[in-house]
């Protein structure tokens, strides 16, 4: 396999070997590619988490477990203000 990089990639890997952060160029491109495949595999979970969600809710509107509008949107508000409130 063929690898072309752009310069602004190849400063960025040299300067890293240079650091002593890693021995060698191939060493940065492993790493790299470590976390990429970790944040492909937490997008992964985080849609199954998600589609997980979806069907249990799915499930409680079905089962008439649904509240008015009305307390869900009292209740974002709610949220919405808590979280103003703790970054002040």
């Keep these: ?51 997980q969600k979806v069907d249990e809710a799915r499930a409680e509107v079905e089962r008439g477990e649904v509240l008015p509008l009305e307390t869900v949107m009292a209740q974002l508000q709610e949220k919405f203000r808590q979280a103003r409130e703790d970054r002040a």
């Design 1 to 51: 396999m063929s690898i072309t990089l752009q310069p602004e990639q190849e400063r960025f890997i040299q300067e890293q070997v240079a650091r002593g952060r890693f021995k060698s160029a191939n060493e940065v491109l492993a790493h790299a590619l470590i976390l990429l495949e970790q944040e492909y595999q937490e997008d992964e979970a985080w849609i199954e988490d998600v589609r």
